[in-house]
């Protein structure tokens, strides 16, 4: 008897509905990163943060490789792979850690819905895919609601933290659409491992430098177990779960995914750290969920390579 072949259309679905699911394995993951960022800055410094985190992830990728015996990366990675570095390793903790100082964890998780449209944008430039007009609508519109909804939080104006957040935002989206594509060819998992192992020459001579005799003075559990939430899961695990999703289902459509992060965050906020839930981030919270939605049905074309 002969087996006939899967169509390739079904074969395209099924690989876009398997990235959506893990996009949102990955989007669950981080949405609980600003919380915790949140709970742990508030005792110790950013830039340890941002530097331990980076390091501790790097640990646990070491780890990882060694037990799967992974072989290194082709020459052609090593561009695509320090971008994720700079953009998800660096550059977002960093910036990210500096705006909680300043803000709440809730104030900062709106903003954070911009990331999907920035995620796309940079994709787009780099002639990655190219999205509909009809998908570029519903993103923008998804995007402008949660500016809206920011400046409404701020009392009308935008402030220090918010730009060093937009800063975090544009990192990330870097870092995201360079390690979904890379997530093709390489692996999820050993796409941000190896982003993790490269950041290391960086990253632990500054650490050494930032740690002093203060450091842990008066440092409580709770500042530990959000440092020891965002080494594990939204450094490591979560992008295992993320790169593979967008290498599936395409950066622009599982990108939008996200929209969702914002206010699972915001729940995130409320129990971790008693930040207020009000009735109108809920209506708002379906009101993005409706135009994810909307945009999970427009077309992106994905270009070859």
């Not at 742990?40 to 390091?55: H, I, M, S, Y």
């Not at 993790?196 to 050494?208: D, I, N, R």
């Amino acid at each position: 008897m002969t087996t006939l072949a899967r169509p390739v259309s079904t074969t395209a679905s099924q690989d876009e509905t398997r990235g959506m699911l893990l996009g949102l394995v990955g989007v669950a993951m981080f949405s609980l990163t600003l919380p915790f960022t949140r709970m742990t800055v508030a005792e110790l410094d950013p830039l340890f943060v941002a530097l331990g985190r980076a390091l501790g992830a790097a640990l646990l990728a070491a780890a990882w490789m060694a037990w799967r015996r992974t072989p290194l990366p082709p020459r052609t990675a090593l561009v695509p792979l320090a971008l994720v570095m700079l953009g998800v390793v660096v550059g977002f903790p960093l910036l990210s850690s500096m705006a909680l100082r300043h803000v709440p964890a809730s104030h900062g998780a709106v903003l954070a819905g911009l990331l999907p449209l920035m995620t796309t944008l940079y994709a787009a430039l780099r002639g990655e895919e190219r999205p509909s007009a009809a998908f570029w609508l519903m993103a923008v519109l998804g995007a402008a609601l949660v500016l809206a909804f920011a400046l409404f939080q701020g009392g009308g104006a935008l402030h220090a933290a918010d730009f060093l957040m937009f800063g975090a935002l544009a990192a990330g989206a870097i870092g995201y659409a360079e390690g979904g594509k890379l997530a093709r060819t390489l692996g999820g998992p050993e796409t941000i491992c190896w982003a993790l192992l490269l950041s290391v020459p960086l990253v632990a001579p500054l650490l050494a430098w930032r740690v002093g005799a203060d450091t842990f003075t008066g440092v409580g559990a709770a500042a530990w177990l959000g440092l020891g939430y965002v080494t594990v899961f939204s450094m490591f695990i979560g992008f295992f779960f993320w790169y593979r999703g967008l290498a599936l289902g395409g950066i622009a459509r599982v990108g939008q995914v996200q929209l969702l992060q914002p206010f699972l965050s915001l729940v995130g906020a409320a129990v971790l750290l008693g930040e207020a839930l009000t009735m109108h981030n809920v209506l708002f919270a379906l009101a993005v969920i409706g135009v994810v939605f909307a945009g999970r049905r427009l077309q992106v074309r994905r270009l070859p390579g």
